[in-house]
Nanobody, 126 residues
């Protein structure tokens, strides 16, 4: 059974850093594009970052560019999201998602990712 599990969420002060993990079971993540999405209270879910399958090119929303970094560890079958300089408005549930469709650049739209994790809460507050 194909499963994604996020971990690493928690409370962080404004300006701080946090790293999220997305571990896969039942399939090999290397072949999949992985997207990171977030949903703040009362808002729609939005894409923040992604990494392309079988190549590793990345793509970021303008709001996180230069602060977020997505990477893979093939040996651990895990994708990471390193988040720096976090802001209070980035408090949200963060989700990782996987998809096999291939594009020249990975997409930040939900419709290309059929497999989703359960989400991890990230709270940015002093």
């Amino acid at each position: 059974q194909l499963q994604l599990v996020e971990s690493g969420g928690g409370l962080v002060q404004p300006g701080g850093s946090l790293s999220l993990s997305c571990a896969a079971s039942g399939f090999t993540l290397d072949y999949y594009a992985i997207g990171w999405f977030r949903q703040a209270p009362g808002k729609e879910r939005e894409g923040s970052s992604c990494i392309r399958g079988s190549g590793g090119n990345t793509n970021y929303a303008d709001s996180v560019k230069g602060r977020f970094t997505v990477s893979r560890n093939s040996a651990k079958n895990t994708v990471y999201l390193q988040m720096n300089s976090l802001k209070p408005e980035e408090t949200a549930v963060y989700y990782c998602a996987a998809g096999l469709r291939v594009f020249a650049q990975c997409r930040l739209s939900e419709d290309v990712y059929p497999y989703w994790g359960q989400g991890a809460q990230v709270t940015v507050s002093s």
